[in-house]
């Protein structure tokens, strides 16, 4: 009896390895991400829900309900109709534009040339200076008398002096360079998805095509662009997703003007809700940006997961 | 569908020469095999004839036409690729059509090759679906429809069966040769695999550092080899050699028997320590030395093991073993095989 008894395994500590399961290990992993999520986005979200249900602004911060008349009241505004067209033109222009911008720079810097390392890493620079300082750079380049644009325009002889555009001051011309600025920072983004797409088509189906019969334009816009373009849809819809909320360019450049030609939902929704004081109206401004992205994005995801298959 | 001919054909990428001089000869309807290891320029030329890559030097000859400066879409060649090379954002039936439309051929006339050809190949089933659902074999097929689908002046095949099973592979290699046959096309074929090269090859090019060592049927290539490389590159085990009074004796393992099996009158006697011994079910190797040459020389030989028992022939034995003298291959001393048999 003894021995039987004494043949019992003891119990392993029971926490000694707790760390070696799969699902205790992997949720302790995926923990600070959950918050950070709930914490700056989840948080922040219900509340600007909250304010944009509710008369609260920072003179009167009464918690008091009334419905969805803010967005009524917002709807109706022609300024925030602007502002909304506004805002779909520049994110699909500076899209457009980058997408343009960063095939050719691609295939540019697809084969080898000397210097290409070089030329590389200048390209990514958009990307990597900070956007306040090239913005101001761009502003100095746009400016009405100090234009090196201009400047260029006039010794070209393509405009005279008197003639010469005043970029940030006419409607058309100011959202064509907060476009420009931004396509600028966003092709080398547009370069790097476009270089990781087309260095991932197997050489055997671009040799294949060749053999077939294909010359460079059928290969390109017959082969490589549609195998790459759910690569490229993603990268786009990252591009989307952060034009459409940006305000720092629009801020940092013409501040919505002249007369709200610029201006995009991000600063409205700032310029109204925190430089105003009028939160709920604020809060319902930017609110809108959320079911335009959310349809833009679940469009974009199904399209891609239907190339896919 | 027309001849292929090479004069000379020189490949250097930088200081490496891949292809070294080849000049070869592919008559019309000809199923031609390049025969060699890897990296000997076999692929390299291959891509030379289709356009892909551009000869140092050297003239390439298409139905006789001097095809040097055309572009490869002008050549009317068809290439199938190692690993197929399918459009996967195409359906089966695009990839079929894709060469016809480049071409310029009218829809419905695609519509019609292109049914010829899955006909052909029996894959009308598989039209409608994307490369990605379809199987290995599935694809081989498809790859080789869309090669043969605008009945091209030759058909280039790079290692076509290197992707599937071994099982797969020797029902492969059957059809592939069954519809060249059927077609007629001129082939150009290249692989490492031997069984491939001799199954299938009206003849065979064996190639060795970007030059051809011999040019022949695979009776030829494997009977009468032109010189030592070819010897023994060619031939599962490959042929012994020995070293000779300052020339090399060579001869097949399946000519190398015991001497009482050997039944010619002519034959050249060799005492063989056995060393090793491998039962293959079919075949049983053994591996040895021959008395009076260099111990280093492995010399196998291959026995029917229905007539050799096992017991018959053990490790550390000496044995008496002869090869008939009409199956001595002599070569000099720089590897070349000598006139005389």
Redesign the interface.
């Known amino acids: 009896m003894v021995a039987i008894a004494d043949s019992v395994p003891k119990p392993v500590a029971r926490f000694r390895f707790i760390l070696d399961r799969r699902n205790v290990l992997g949720s302790i992993m995926i923990a600070p991400a959950i918050l950070y999520v709930l914490l700056l986005v989840g948080v922040p979200f219900l509340m600007a829900v909250y304010y944009s249900l509710s008369a609260y602004t920072i003179y009167d911060p009464s918690w008091s309900f009334v419905g969805l008349a803010n967005f009524e009241d917002v709807v109706q505004d022609p300024v925030f109709q602007q502002t909304l067209y506004n805002t779909f033109i520049f994110t699909f222009g500076s899209q457009m534009l980058g997408l343009i911008l960063g095939k050719f720079g691609a295939l540019v810097l697809l084969r080898p040339f000397p210097g290409r390392k070089f030329v590389r890493a200048l390209v990514i620079l958009p990307w990597a200076v900070p956007i306040a300082l090239a913005t101001v750079a761009w502003q100095w380049m746009f400016d009405s008398l100090y234009s090196v644009i201009n400047w260029t325009l006039i010794a070209l002889g393509v405009v005279t002096r008197s003639q010469a555009p005043n970029w940030l001051g006419t409607p058309h011309l100011a959202m064509l360079s907060v476009i420009v600025v931004n396509a600028w920072r966003f092709f080398p983004f547009a370069i790097v998805i476009f270089l990781a797409g087309i260095t991932a088509v197997?050489q055997?189906?671009?040799?294949?095509?060749?053999?077939?019969?294909?010359?460079f334009w059928?290969r390109n816009y017959q082969?490589i662009m549609?195998?790459i373009?759910p690569i490229v849809a993603i990268g786009l819809v990252f591009g989307i997703v952060f034009t459409f909320t940006d305000l720092s360019i629009v801020f940092l450049m013409t501040m919505g003007g002249p007369v709200g030609a610029t201006s995009v939902l991000g600063f409205a929704g700032f310029q109204t809700g925190i430089v105003s004081g009028d939160v709920s109206h604020g809060a319902a401004i930017s609110l809108f940006m959320l079911p335009v992205l959310f349809i833009v994005v679940v469009a974009m995801l199904r399209f891609i997961r239907r190339?896919e298959? | 569908m027309a001849a292929v001919a090479t004069r000379d054909i020189v490949k250097k990428f930088g200081e490496v020469t891949a292809v070294n001089g080849i000049s070869l000869n592919v008559p019309n309807g000809e199923f031609m095999v390049l025969l060699g290891p890897s990296g000997c320029g076999k692929t390299t030329f291959l891509r030379i004839i289709c356009g892909l890559e551009r000869q140092t030097s050297g003239d390439l000859l298409i139905g006789g036409d001097l095809v040097n400066d055309i572009p490869p879409r002008a050549r009317g060649v068809a290439m199938m690729f190692q690993s197929y090379g399918l459009y996967p954002h195409f359906t089966v039936r695009h990839n079929i059509a894709f060469p016809l439309k480049t071409q310029g051929v009218p829809r419905a006339e695609i519509g019609r090759k292109v049914e010829w050809a899955s006909q052909l190949l029996g894959i009308g089933h598989l039209l409608d679906r994307r490369p990605r659902q379809l199987s290995g074999g599935e694809r081989q097929r498809v790859a080789l429809a869309r090669a043969l689908v605008r009945q091209p002046t030759a058909l280039l095949l790079d290692e076509p069966l290197s992707n599937l099973d071994a099982k797969l592979r020797t029902s492969a290699r059957q059809e592939i040769k069954q519809f060249q046959q059927r077609v007629g096309v001129t082939t150009v074929y290249v692989t490492h695999d031997q069984v491939e090269a001799m199954g299938m090859g009206d003849r065979i090019a064996v190639i060795d550092r970007g030059q051809v060592r011999q040019v022949g049927t695979p009776s030829e290539i494997y009977d009468n080899p032109a010189d030592r490389f070819v010897a023994t590159f060619v031939g599962a085990p490959p042929m012994n050699i020995v070293a000779r009074n300052g020339s090399y004796l060579g001869f097949r393992p399946e000519n190398f028997l015991p001497k009482d099996m050997v039944k010619d009158a002519a034959f050249t006697e060799f005492q063989f320590r056995v060393d090793r011994s491998e039962y293959l079910g079919s075949e049983r190797i053994v591996y040895g030395v021959l008395e009076g040459f260099d111990a280093k020389e492995v010399v196998t030989a291959k026995l029917p093991p229905a007539h050799v028992a096992e017991e018959w022939i053990r490790p550390g034995e000496w044995h008496p073993f002869a090869v008939r003298d009409a199956a001595l291959r002599h070569f000099d001393n720089d590897g070349k095989r000598t006139s005389r048999r």
Do not use: E, F, K, Y
């Open positions: 197997p055997d189906v671009l040799d294949a095509a060749t053999v077939d019969g294909a010359g059928r082969i549609p195998m373009l190339r298959v």
